[in-house]
């Protein structure tokens, strides 16, 4: 099973603020949508809570360290390991690692493709996008300019690493 992350990142490494997303971006939404559509997706439970719903035609799987936590319509994982193998156990193919920070930070050495849209503007926020780590290969990207809908410009790389 392949292992990936995918985040939006700003030019100062912010991914988040006050515990949501620090931008308005329709076309990120719908480019994660795309990608992560039939899939598992593992993110923490503050992530979970700033949705406040699971993501359809997902299976969302999110992680926590409090045994009494339920999350109707996901499935609730207290270690990653244990997040990694329910997909497994599932049959998935390529599931997806969608934050927080302390998930990425985790997840990072373990992934093997990554989905980076790179926010063009310095915003402000509190979140910081943990080290990437090395040996990551560009294989595509793709920009887009703001627009009426979306406020900043973005480009959509995707890494891989062997």
């Given amino acids: 099973m392949l292992i990936s992350a995918i985040v939006a990142i700003s030019e100062n490494n912010v991914i988040g603020r006050d515990g949501h997303l620090p931008w308005r971006l329709p076309a990120d939404l719908k480019y994660f949508k795309s990608v992560t559509i039939g899939h598992h997706i593992i993110l923490g439970r503050k992530n979970y809570a700033d949705i406040g719903r699971p993501l359809p035609d997902r299976v969302n ?6 045994n009494s936590f339920s999350a109707p319509g996901c499935v609730v994982a207290y270690s990653l390991e244990e997040a990694l193998q329910i997909a ?4 998935e193919t390529e599931c997806f690692i969608v934050g927080g920070a302390a998930i990425y930070k985790e997840a990072l050495p373990l992934c093997k493709k990554l989905y980076i849209t790179r926010v063009l503007a310095s ?3 509190d979140v910081q996008m943990p080290f990437l780590g090395d040996g990551w290969v ?3 990207e793709e ?10 410009p973005i480009i959509f ?4 690493r062997p």
């Fill in 143 to 152: 920009k887009r300019e703001a627009d009426e809908k979306n406020a900043y």
């Fill in 61 to 66: 799987v999110v992680l926590t360290r409090n």
């Fill in 88 to 91: 497994k156990d599932a049959g």
């Fill in 123 to 125: 915003i402000e926020g």
């Fill in 138 to 140: 560009l294989q595509s």
């Fill in 157 to 160: 790389q995707v890494f891989e």
